[in-house]
């Protein structure tokens, strides 16, 4: 065998061991979960009326997730809202999937004719 190959290999495994560690988190600071044994929650709280509404994220948006901030933006878009305001001051985690959502609710209220705005999108210390 190529002695090549095996060091291929051998990256390759640490590459992949190092891949499946790594957890992206938008606070460090706060405490580990274990993705796998912990089933991420989200909760999508929506408040105010008529033309203008804050959904308030609390809990995990990830790839599991994620979906429900595009519900409930296809709802309140969808129910006549002129402007929608983001809080994401109590989330504990958000992975990529959640931050392409949270970007791509810019583009969803912008085909419903809704202002959208993201509000105290870090925990204040």
Sequence with gaps: MDPRHIADERLRARAAKFAR?????LWP??????????SAVLDVEITGRGA?????LSGQMDLDTASQLDRALEAVCA???REVVLN?????F???TGLGTVLAGRTLCQQH?????????????
């Excluded at 600071?29 to 912990?38: F, P, Q, S, W, Y």
């Excluded at 994401?88 to 504990?92: C, E, F, G, K």
């Excluded at 202002?115 to 204040?124: G, M, N, S, T, W």
């Design 113 to 125: 004719g809704c202002q959208y705005y993201i509000d105290r999108p870090v925990p204040h210390r």
């Design 29 to 38: 600071d706060r405490r580990r979960r274990d993705r796998a044994t912990v």
């Design 94 to 96: 958000m992975d990529t």
């Design 79 to 81: 129910d006549g809202a």
């Design 88 to 92: 994401l001051q109590r989330l504990d």
């Design 52 to 56: 203008h509404r804050v959904l308030v």
């Design 21 to 25: 560690s790594v957890t992206v988190s």
